[in-house]
């Protein structure tokens, strides 16, 4: 099982950004799908984004598309997320995953592999 270790979380303003980043413990190109979930207090995890090797497909929730930007960087075997104009309802805790998925669409990986989190605040 692959280790993931997140970081890049903080305390930011409405319309910052910021940029997480996620450290494999494997060659990231090993990895067949990754992707960042969220989770904020009282409500369900939900992914929001993630990026698939097969055809470098890239999944986005609603929320972020336009805003989000997911990336991966070989010789640093790391996985990023880029956050641009940040909102108060971006606030939660982010985890890097990983999955075997080795399909098309990412959005239908399950995820086996997590980071510890990382805690995103906005303020308004």
């Known amino acids: 099982q692959v280790r993931l270790q997140d970081s890049g979380g903080g305390w930011v303003q409405t319309g910052e950004s910021l940029r997480l980043s996620c450290v494999a413990s494997v060659s990231i190109f090993s990895i067949n799908t990754m992707g960042w979930y969220r989770q904020a207090p009282g409500k369900e995890r939900e992914l929001v984004a993630a990026l698939a090797s097969l055809g470098h497909s890239t999944y986005y929730t609603d929320s972020v598309k336009g805003r989000f930007t997911i990336s991966r960087d070989r010789n640093k075997d790391s996985l990023y997320l880029q956050m641009d104009s940040l909102k108060p309802e971006d606030t939660a805790m982010y985890y890097c995953?990983?999955?075997?998925?080795?399909?098309?669409?990412?959005?239908?990986?399950?995820?086996?592999?997590w980071g510890q989190g990382t805690r995103v605040t906005v303020s308004s």
């Open positions: 995953a990983a999955s075997d998925y080795s399909g098309y669409n990412p959005e239908s990986a399950d995820f086996g592999s």
